[in-house]
């Protein structure tokens, strides 16, 4: 009876035991797991299936000088430009000058054969002398009363018409000697020596590159904004990486009904070297400029309404309004809405809203600076 009572017991304590050494393993099981492996190695299970931090490019604000200006495109022109044309006929014996040369204004250009034109001049001259004798005889007779006043008034009539044509026909003959009527550069020859020359023929092309003239038409909305005397800058599409300044020479005091605009004829002088007639430019007339202005670049401007930009702060950007002023070139002046140092977005404005959690290229993610800080704390302990 004692034996049969001391087996269920035996039994008994033994499935306890098997139960708690199960229960042991199973907990042993749980305590090493993903989550606890985890939670061992510092990670938040929750951060992983936060979004991603959008890339993005930014700049900070920053002062500098911007002017206002106005820009536009035009040709460069001559201020004067010359068709020469032979004045009278010849062939001729010797052409001066070429193409490219530079001449000043009464440089001999062409000398014409002169023998036709002498033998007019010496005619005239003859036939002058004779009414000039014949005058003075005149005068003489008139007080003897050998010739009426009306000869002598005949005979002076002849004699300043004969004055007049020796003086023409000396006319003709410096006509054989073509000069230049404008100093400048010859840009073109039509002519060769042996060639006979008509009268009124163009013979030669004189252009003042010493200042160039460009014009441009102007809308009327900035007429109060433009005035002679304003600096202008231009660049030339055929001189890349160079600028040149100039002046507003000149405005035309109308508008064009027509077209709504009005002219605006700048000059550039003698820092124009290199420019020549026929050159396209862009020009910008500057006429106002801030010494201190707050500006981001325009590529930061948003283009969905009103002007605002992508201000970065903590990782995150925020939409902000704000009032623009000047635009000069890649800069754009910010009268409100942000301060010097505030962080702007340039690119990677598309994916982005209100909020969006962001990571500026080139800088360290917020969280690889916040974990930094402990471990050199705990090295210093």
Known sequence: MSRLSFLPGRTGTCAAALLITTTLLLSGCGAGGPADAQAAEGKDPKAEKAPDAVPVEAVAASRRAVAASYTGTAALEARAESQVVAKTSGVALAVLVEEGQQVRAGQPLVRLDPDRARLAVAQSEAQMRKLENNYQRAQKLIGQQMVSAADVDQIRFDLENARAQYRLATLELSYTTVVAPISGVIASRSIKTGNFVQINTPIFRIVDNSRLEATLNVPERELATLRPGQPVTLVADALPGRSFPGTVDRIAPVVDAGSGTFRVVSGFGE???????????????????????????????????????????????????????????????????????????????????????????????????????????????
Not at 294 to 315: C, E, N, Q, T
Not at 339 to 365: H, N, S, W, Y
């Open 271 to 381: 820092d124009a070297a290199g420019l020549q007639p026929g050159m396209f430019g862009r020009i910008r007339i500057d006429y106002d400029q801030r010494a201190d202005a707050l500006v981001v670049p325009r590529l930061a401007l948003l283009d969905d309404g009103d002007p605002a930009v992508f201000r970065v702060r903590d990782g995150k950007v925020a939409r902000v309004p704000v009032k623009v002023g000047y635009a000069e070139g890649p800069w754009v002046e910010i009268r409100e809405g942000l301060a010097v140092g505030d962080k702007v977005v340039t690119a990677g404005k598309v994916a982005l809203r209100d909020g969006t959690a962001v990571q500026v290229i080139g800088e360290k993610p917020a969280a690889t600076v916040a974990k930094a800080a402990p471990k050199k704390a705990e090295n210093r302990q």
